[in-house]
């Protein structure tokens, strides 16, 4: 039997367009695996972890995840935030005082009363660096978008201080910056002593810098097994403490996104506490101690060389021992500590001329 010329054709132009078709079809499936490999190979080779789990989670509110996250800031506090963000620059670059996060905790009570001292003194130093975290909006004469009202409860017990610290993290977290370093809304802070310390570090390596309170660990039961101490040592908030970027990298799994209020409510110790404990403890980093940091839980009369120093801090029957303004004029003694070591500042002519800082 004879099949005609156009019979063949059809037949070859169908077995053609049938081939092609298959063809096609592999082609696609095997491209899409291979993405899908890729991306997932690229993930392990990049560091990129799944979730992790976050089951404990649950026990807190949604009004204290809310609060806790970085995700509590407001879209034009992040506008504003991405425009303080540093340069980009070489990782061997020396650091500059715009690669330095500085977090004040305070509280709305205590504005009028503590932070005026700071943005009287040290601040301007570091105007564009320190953002204030606190739990209630206010006209304070800081940059748009650096005052940050965390949500969190105003009390001073350890949820509402692990709840601030948390926002602190997710922040510096979301600027990019090379060191985070924490404050008390009492503590001052010598700016130019602190870059200086900083730019004898990496902040490509894992820095853990601040001072302890305690002598020795501070020791916690371990809850799966109450006969069984924890030891771990933590830098006090109250005389300040510096992270570089690199550690709190690793710090992630246990504070990002509200996980740092899981582990504060893990061991039940307030902020500072649950920083050392992820630190030391959980990633088995060192603190470094740094001396010249300061807390009022130290005899601060008993401080020398004062120009060498980093922070100071107060309280009513514990202050630095220097001369200068009246007590009436100075009670804290840091509007004198800041005018000796930066004479030429603006406050120091208003109190020299005999006024009280209102």
């Given at each position: 039997m004879r099949i005609s010329l156009r019979k063949c054709v059809k037949i070859a132009i169908c077995l053609f367009i049938s081939v092609f078709s298959i063809i096609l079809y592999f082609h696609d499936n095997f491209e899409k695996s291979f993405k899908t490999q890729g991306q997932s190979f690229g993930q392990k080779q990049h560091g990129v972890v799944g979730p992790v789990d976050q089951h404990s989670d649950t026990e807190l509110s949604r009004k204290q995840r809310n609060a806790m996250s970085v995700e509590t800031i407001k879209d034009d506090e992040k506008e504003k935030t991405h425009k303080v963000l540093p340069r980009l620059k070489s990782k061997n670059s020396t650091t500059e005082i715009d690669d330095i996060?500085?977090?004040?905790?305070?509280?709305?009570?205590?504005?009028?009363?503590?932070?005026?001292?700071?943005?009287?003194?040290?601040?301007?130093?570091?105007?564009?660096?320190?953002?204030?975290?606190?739990?209630?909006?206010?006209?304070?004469?800081?940059?748009?978008?650096?005052?940050?009202?965390?949500?969190?409860?105003?009390?001073?017990?350890?949820?509402?201080?692990?709840?601030?610290?948390?926002?602190?993290?997710?922040?510096?977290?979301?600027?990019?910056?090379?060191?985070?370093?924490?404050?008390?809304?009492?503590?001052?802070l010598n700016v130019p002593g602190l870059l200086k310390l900083l730019q004898s570090y990496n902040h490509t390596d894992d820095w853990y810098l601040g001072r302890p309170s305690l002598r020795h660990p501070i020791e916690v039961m371990k809850r799966s097994n109450p006969e069984q101490k924890i030891a771990f040592w933590f830098a006090t908030g109250g005389a300040g403490f510096c992270i570089s970027r690199s550690l709190a990298l690793k710090m992630m799994p246990h504070a990002s996104g509200g996980r740092f209020m899981t582990t504060s409510d893990m061991i039940r110790l307030p902020d500072d506490c649950t920083v050392g404990f992820i630190i030391n403890n959980l990633l088995q980093k060192e603190l470094t101690v740094i001396d010249r940091f300061h807390s009022h839980l130290e005899a601060l009369f008993l401080i020398h060389n004062l120009k060498e120093q980093l922070t100071f801090s107060y309280s009513d029957n514990n202050i630095v021992h220097i001369d200068g303004f009246s007590k009436n004029q100075d009670p804290t003694r840091l509007y004198s500590l800041h005018c000796m070591l930066f004479p030429t500042a603006d406050i120091c002519d208003t109190l020299r001329k005999g006024h009280t800082v209102a």
């Open positions: 996060f500085i977090a004040v905790k305070a509280t709305k009570k205590y504005h009028n009363r503590r932070l005026k001292l700071l943005l009287d003194t040290w601040i301007p130093q570091a105007r564009e660096e320190t953002y204030i975290f606190t739990d209630g909006d206010d006209k304070l004469d800081v940059p748009d978008g650096h005052l940050i009202n965390t949500n969190c409860s105003n009390t001073h017990n350890r949820i509402a201080l692990s709840c601030k610290m948390a926002v602190e993290y997710d922040f510096f977290m979301f600027t990019g910056k090379r060191w985070f370093c924490h404050l008390d809304d009492d503590t001052y």
